[in-house]
């Protein structure tokens, strides 16, 4: 057997740089979740009110069954709740009128509706990027899946694009893409 031998002073030192270290990496951890946390917390509707107006373009999604992409109009009229907090997404489909359709999502915390804020980048001139994700279920098989969604306004274009990757993968599939242009308020 083989004993170790160390001078008080050498096993002072050896406590004093373990917690010394120990100590800096804490912090460095709690300042990274820190930042996250604060700017998770930051996203509000106010945030999101630059897209507030009538958007005209198209969606092209992946049919799965064909395996090939396609495109219809669309027009997404968004605004906001009277009382500034839900964001309302009115989709509509001019030669598809049945499947038009209007949700109203709320920021809670970090979340937008059930769909986690994942990054949040705003400009100064209103234009921003955000991304969500939920975990879900998607294509003809209803699948295991991660769904992300980035949500995507510079000037006068915005863009809803879905990514899907489904479980055991790596793998980012665009599963539809919202192209638009402001129209007339």
């Not at 499947?99 to 809670?108: E, G, L, V």
């Not at 915390?109 to 234009?127: M, T």
């Amino acid at each position: 057997m083989m004993a170790f031998s160390l001078s008080v002073s050498e096993l002072g030192f050896c406590i004093f740089s373990y917690i010394y270290h120990m100590k800096n990496i804490l912090f460095v951890t709690a300042f990274l979740l820190l930042c996250f946390y604060v700017n998770a917390q930051s996203v509000q509707v106010k945030d999101l009110s630059n897209s507030v107006g009538s958007w005209e373009g198209k969606l092209t999604y992946l049919d799965y069954a064909s395996g090939k992409p396609y495109t219809m109009s669309a027009n997404i009229k968004i605004s906001l709740t009277t009382d500034f907090r839900g964001y309302i997404l009115g989709y509509e489909y001019p030669k598809e009128p049945h499947a038009n359709s209007k949700d109203t999502t709320f920021i809670n915390a970090n979340y937008f509706g059930k769909d986690k804020i994942v990054e949040f980048k705003k400009e100064s001139s209103g234009d921003y990027k955000m991304i969500t994700e939920i975990d879900g279920n998607d294509g003809n098989d209803n699948k295991k899946a991660t769904l992300r969604h980035t949500y995507l306004l510079k000037s006068n274009t915005y863009s809803i694009i879905k990514d899907v990757k489904f479980e055991g993968t790596d793998k980012w599939i665009k599963r539809n893409e919202y192209i638009l242009n402001r129209g007339e308020h």
